[in-house]
């Protein structure tokens, strides 16, 4: 999933707090805070945008900027399409909202079957939600609620990834574990009932001259001892990211991992659950990440929310498998969760629409094709011959339209790249002159006319910068040129 992009440090005012509001970079937080009735997730109030086409977006100041990762991995077919746009108008003038606990509507369950239909059997029901945390939240709960139905109340605990991120709420950040993001949430968060494995990260975790497939059996043993401490009996399931998002930027696990995974949740009975907010719904090339970077392992509940919806309307689901759903009808026979715009009729007949387009329009397809031509983009024009910055680039990895670039930068080398961002950005004065790379780089990117997800901590939460790309699956080869040319413009821009 997507976490909040690293604050900025401040130090003092800036001479032109203005332009720092369009640029969307810290200034004088009492004017900024004073200038907006919002209360912002940032310390400083972001540009307005005003407009949106495809994958470029007007800003308030005149400006117009490309979107290189569709908000947060969101924007799976761009923004404006007249085909999403008609059935959102349509079901504004029909019906916009019914109660879900007390009447159902026909675009809900034209998804609901749409999501069944195209799992080739993994999935039989589909619950909906408002966004990926709701989603994943709602997961927790159906999990546990399946083994109460099944009177094996003792099942109480959940084990999941270190550098891990499900989601913004309570629950979500203590699945998670992402040491920065729980700080200031540690003594709320349930310790008892949430435990953590290590990351399947072969590139930073595997040991000295240890082959990928004895990192997996590594993995799959240290799972497996987890079980045991807790108790095989007492785990309701094992919670992962199929390709983890923004905490690391991009990264599939090796080949084999899942499988071991799955073979360790089936050992002793548990849930095998997925969090595909941000990887699935065809971002990685499949309609379901697992199809391609998974080993094929279909889970027993899934989330999914970004891609879903594609930023059209607000939208999360889990999805269930047959296991789970007949476990729930054999007990209650009904979902012991809601929320009050759940299965929306405008949100859903968006999605539906979405979801259409993905598919009369071939765009998996397209998908995988243009990541390979951003992949291919990447690496030459980041790490090849003639690339300025090649040094620094440590990896360029994932799959589809969803792709992570990993730096590695000296902490000697901060106070020089500080002093290149102040040169060369019209909005750097009065900022902190000890900023880390991430930071620095999600503001220059801005400046370059692009939107990108750049952060800190991919390696162990607190080392480590990555940038994410993750442009709609119909960009042209000319806008991936572009998102490109203007990354290594801000990457270079910093290293100069």
């Known amino acids: 999933m997507s976490p909040t992009a690293l604050p900025l440090e401040t130090s003092g005012n800036m001479n032109d707090s203005t332009q720092a ?11 900024l805070t004073g200038s907006s009735s919002i209360l912002h997730r940032t310390p400083w109030r972001p540009p307005i945008a005003v407009a949106a086409q495809g994958p470029y977006i007007t800003l308030q100041d005149g400006r117009q900027i490309i979107d290189g990762v569709g908000g947060a991995a969101v924007s799976c077919i761009g923004n404006g399409h007249p085909a999403v746009v008609k059935a959102v108008q349509e079901q504004v003038a029909k019906m916009a909202y019914v109660y879900n606990a007390q009447l159902s509507n026909e675009p809900a369950e034209e998804l609901a079957r749409t999501l069944i239909e195209t799992s080739n059997g993994a999935f039989e029901q589909v619950g909906f939600l408002s966004g990926g945390s709701e989603a994943v939240e709602a997961m927790i709960k159906l999990a546990r609620q399946y083994w109460f139905e099944k009177k094996e109340p003792k099942r109480t605990n959940f084990i999941a990834r270190q550098l891990s991120y499900h989601g913004n709420t309570v629950s979500t950040l ?5 040491p920065a993001r729980r700080i200031p949430y540690e003594d709320v968060l349930d310790h008892q009932n949430f435990h953590h494995v290590g990351p399947a990260y072969y590139r930073h975790y595997a040991r000295e001259g240890e082959s990928e497939a004895d990192y997996v059996q590594r993995l799959k043993e240290e799972l497996d001892a987890k079980f045991q401490q807790l108790g095989g009996d007492t785990v309701i399931g094992f919670v992962a990211e199929t390709v983890v998002g923004a905490t690391t930027g991009c990264v599939p696990a090796p080949t084999g991992y899942f499988k071991a995974c799955r073979e360790i949740c089936d050992k002793y009975g548990a849930l095998f659950m997925l969090d595909e907010v941000m990887s699935g719904m065809g971002r990685m090339g499949t309609l379901h990440a697992w199809e391609s970077f998974g080993d094929g392992m279909a889970p027993d509940l ?12 607000s939208i999360g689901a889990v999805l269930v498998s047959p296991r789970v759903a007949k476990g729930i009808r054999d007990g209650s026979g009904y979902w012991l969760h809601g929320h009050t715009y759940q299965a ?32 291919q983009l990447l690496k030459d024009k980041l790490r090849g011959p003639n690339a300025r910055s090649a040094q620094y680039i440590s990896d360029i990895r994932g799959g589809g339209l969803f792709w992570g670039v990993e730096f590695d930068v000296p902490d000697t080398e901060l106070p020089r790249i500080n002093a290149a961002y102040q040169r060369s950005s019209g909005s750097g004065q009065g900022l902190s002159t000890n900023r880390r790379f991430g930071a620095l780089l999600q503001d220059m990117t801005m400046d370059k006319g692009l939107v990108a997800i750049a952060m800190t901590g991919s390696v162990d939460g607190k080392r480590g910068d990555h940038l994410i790309l993750a442009p709609p699956y119909n960009v042209t080869s000319e806008e991936l040129n572009l998102i490109v040319d203007r990354v290594v413009e801000s990457v270079e821009a910093l290293f100069d």
Do not use: M, T, W, Y
């Open 21 to 31: 509001v369009k640029r969307g970079v810290p200034a004088d937080l009492a004017s």
């Open 302 to 313: 899934q989330s999914v929310a970004k891609g879903l919806g594609g930023g059209f309307a």
């Open 344 to 375: 929306h009729p405008i949100a859903s007949a968006a999605s539906l629409a979405v979801q259409r387009v993905i598919a009369s329009e071939n765009l998996l397809a397209l998908c995988r094709q243009r990541g390979a031509e951003l992949e």
């Open 174 to 178: 203590a699945l998670g574990n992402h």
